[in-house]
């Protein structure tokens, strides 16, 4: 499989604990993208990094939040203490450097804060 | 800010019909409009537009783009029950490619 992976597909966790998301880019896109996705909304810029430098952060970005792309080839996405808010799709999306024919996405990790 | 709308949210049609859908958008140095549609899982990339005017086709789907009046329309001829789901317009600004999305169209086609 030669698209954008992330693992788990599916995470259901306990207000409070902390959770990491991984996604895994296309390997010669040198630009990483993360989006959050709620109920009836289309999904939210919220980081990018083009190689291993984070170059961008939304405001939605919290201080509990935190990404990583050590390397410039996987990404990690850590929410501390979750919320119920925290609650969404978190997608992950890739796309070489010189832009290209859209975006491709990774299948998502969808989070259920309880 | 950047901004999407898009129009109808929602929409209920018939096998065979045709459907227009609308996204009008306000973009700081526009680089691109793209159109995805979204089952139930991760968006698919449908059609990236850059310059006015050109049709971009594929099969039964069609979008063009209208920088002057800052709007594309997503056109589905003949449509299909497999044609439901939720459609995406999205705007790309000039320099990070980052993504500025609409709410979406659900659409959904009935036998």
């Known amino acids: 499989d030669t698209g954008v992976s992330q693992d788990p597909r599916h995470k259901i966790t306990k207000r409070g604990q902390n959770v990491t998301f991984r996604c895994d880019p296309i390997?010669?896109?040198?630009?990483l993208y993360w989006y959050r996705q709620t109920l009836g909304q289309g999904p939210e810029f919220l980081t990018y990094?083009?190689?291993?430098?984070?170059?961008?952060k939304s405001r939605l970005l919290s201080d509990r939040f935190s990404a990583e792309r050590p390397k410039g080839s996987f990404s990690t996405l850590e929410i501390q203490r979750t919320e119920q808010g925290d609650s969404a799709m978190y997608l992950c999306?890739?796309?070489?450097?010189?832009?290209?024919?859209?975006?491709?996405f990774g299948s998502g990790t969808r989070l259920t804060v309880v | 800010e950047d901004k999407v709308v898009q129009s109808p949210l929602s929409l209920v049609v018939h096998e065979g019909d045709t459907v227009t859908l609308n996204c009008s958008y306000e973009?700081?140095?526009?680089?691109?409009l793209l159109w995805y549609k979204q089952e139930k899982k991760a968006p698919t990339f449908l059609f990236m537009l850059?310059?006015?005017?050109i049709e971009k086709k594929s099969g039964r789907l069609s979008s063009i783009l209208d920088k002057k009046e800052l709007f594309s329309i997503l056109n589905i001829t003949a449509t299909q029950t497999g044609d439901s789901a939720i459609y995406l317009c999205?705007?790309?600004?000039?320099?990070?490619?980052?993504?500025?999305f609409g709410k979406g169209t659900k659409l959904s086609v009935i036998p």
């Open positions: 999306a890739s796309i070489p450097w010189q832009g290209g024919d859209g975006y491709t």
């Open positions: 390997s010669e896109h040198n630009r």
């Open positions: 990094f083009q190689n291993e430098a984070q170059l961008e």
């Open positions: 973009v700081t140095n526009f680089r691109s």
């Open positions: 850059t310059s006015s005017g």
């Open positions: 999205a705007v790309a600004g000039a320099g990070s490619y980052q993504l500025t």
